[in-house]
């Protein structure tokens, strides 16, 4: 290994602590040499601000202007990512893949949304603020299409107004018309065989003994506008389109059978129940409209014992049996087109529309 003899500083800089200096190896042949940099200085500034190919269409830029502090990168000529010293820091133009998952997290209040896709379109065609497919060609316990946990964690002791798993809105500002505007659609499709397929399944998880209400689905129909007159305003509507399929039991609406697993179970069980209407000028707990067969085939069904008038059954022991409670009111006027039966101290009465009052049955 050569011995250095000897060194010349050629220059120095106090203010970087930058020097270059000649270091000799032999006495005798100053061609014997190697120009360095003494150990410690900070590197020196490069004049280069691009790095292009042949063709000079794809290119990293570190200073398209004077000290703007970003990195460009380009490819066919169309700039693709830049990277700023500002927010937005990261800038993709066109599509992004990634060969593994998206991790994000907001640090701070001010940066909250662990992922935010903000965009406006002036098109013609359909656009997706998100969209996601996962293909399942393996066999695995799960596909989720979105998978999402909002955690309030055990040790936080603030009340907290609200908590949702799932929050959107479709808003509508415009002065066209949209023919169908849904906060949120869901379908279940495919031809494959499947046990059960539901296309809205929202089961409740853990109870609480502190809170008032538990509840698998609660839909609430909200009208903020100033006063206007509309054809229907529906909380809840079931509606089945449907053909070329031989369906056993059709049904809109069904109220299936509880399991209660340990416990004493609850007092009261409902299929369904309508609370007290307060407002409205008609006031119909429910209103069957009926159907175009006029057949022995068509109309409602009741099974078990049917109470009216009372919340208290007053069956006598009976089984698949009519149960009417004396009137609150004994009516006084006679009814159009009809007549009105009512239990009036135990006995069973007809008021008829000539105002005629038969008594049908004794107490």
């Known amino acids: ?14 203010g970087t602590h930058r020097a270059s200096a000649v270091i000799f190896f032999t006495d005798d042949n100053p061609a014997d040499a190697v120009v360095a940099g003494i ?51 990261h800038t993709f133009t066109g599509r992004a893949k990634f060969s593994d998952g998206i991790s994000s997290k907001g640090a701070t209040a001010s940066t909250a949304t662990g992922y935010l896709a903000d965009w406006t379109e002036s098109g013609s ?18 596909v989720n299409g ?36 849904y906060g949120c659609s869901a379908s279940a499709q ?8 539901f296309t809205f399944y929202a089961p409740v998880g853990t109870m609480i003994a502190t809170a ?25 509507r079931s509606q089945i389109e449907g053909g070329r399929a031989t369906v056993t039991d059709l049904m809109n609406f069904i109220a299936g059978d509880n399991t209660w697993i340990l416990g004493g179970g609850p007092v009261s069980l409902y299929g369904f129940r309508c609370k007290e209407l307060t ?4 006031q119909r707990p429910f209103q069957d409209e009926g159907c175009t067969i006029t057949s022995d085939t068509s109309g409602n069904r009741f099974n078990s014992n049917t109470q009216f008038a009372s919340l208290t059954g007053a069956f006598g022991s009976g089984d698949g049996v009519i149960g009417i409670a004396n009137a609150r009111t004994v009516p006084t006027t006679n009814p159009a087109g009809g007549g009105v039966l009512y239990a009036q101290a ?13 008594v049908i049955a004794a107490a």
Do not use: C
């Open 1 to 14: 290994m050569p011995t250095i003899t000897r060194g010349t500083i050629k220059s120095y800089a106090s």
């Open 39 to 89: 150990h410690g200085a900070l590197p020196a500034a490069s004049s280069a601000t691009t790095l292009i190919d042949a063709d000079a269409d794809t290119w990293v830029k570190v200073e398209a202007s004077a000290d703007e502090d970003r990195i460009r990168f380009a490819t066919a000529g169309v700039e693709r990512y830049l990277i700023d010293n500002a927010e937005p820091v």
């Open 125 to 142: 065609g359909g656009y997706n603020g998100a969209s996601l497919t996962v293909r399942s060609v393996g066999a695995p316990s799960s």
């Open 146 to 181: 979105v998978v999402g946990d909002a955690q309030v964690v055990s040790g936080n002791t603030n009340a907290i107004a609200l908590v949702q798993g799932l929050n959107f809105r479709a808003t509508h500002n415009g002065t066209g018309v949209v023919t169908n505007q």
């Open 190 to 197: 495919g031809a494959g065989p499947a046990t059960n397929r």
């Open 212 to 236: 008032t209400l538990h509840s698998a689905f609660h839909a609430r129909l909200t009208h903020t506008t100033p006063t206007i007159t509309v054809p229907e305003y529906s909380l809840f």
């Open 279 to 282: 407002i409205g000028t008609n």
């Open 346 to 358: 135990g006995a069973l009465k007809w008021r008829g529309s000539a105002g005629t009052i038969t």
